[in-house]
C-alpha cells in the first residue's frame, strides 16, 4: 500500500518545485518607495522601464524622478505659472 503513495507524492513533490517560479523582485524596495511593482517594470517582465532604471542609477532612490508626462507638462509651462486649482 505505501508503494502506491511513493509515485503520486513524488510527482506532486516535483510538480511544486517545477511550478514555483524565482522572484528577483525586493519586499523592502516596495515599502520604502510606495510604488507597486509595475511602476519600475513593465508587466510579466524583469526588464526596467525608465522609472527602473532612474532608480537603479540613482542609488535605490526614486528622488527627483519624473514620469515623461510630467516632465513635458513642466517644460511646456512658462516658469512661475502653476496649474488652475479646483475651487468648490
Avoid at 535605490?60 to 519624473?66: C, I, Q, T
Avoid at 516632465?71 to 516658469?79: D, I, M, N, S
Wanted: charged share 25%; aromatic share 8%.
Amino acid at each position: 500500500m505505501f508503494e502506491r503513495l511513493i509515485a503520486p507524492i513524488g510527482i506532486l513533490t516535483v510538480g511544486l518545485f517545477l511550478s514555483a517560479t524565482l522572484s528577483s523582485a525586493k519586499p523592502d524596495y516596495t515599502r520604502r518607495t510606495n510604488k507597486e511593482c509595475e511602476y519600475c517594470h513593465p508587466p510579466n517582465s524583469r526588464a526596467l522601464n525608465e522609472a527602473g532604471k532612474y532608480y537603479q542609477q540613482h542609488k535605490n532612490s526614486l528622488a527627483g524622478f519624473k514620469p515623461r508626462e510630467q516632465a513635458k507638462e513642466e517644460t511646456a509651462r512658462p516658469a512661475g505659472d502653476t496649474p488652475a486649482r479646483k475651487t468648490k
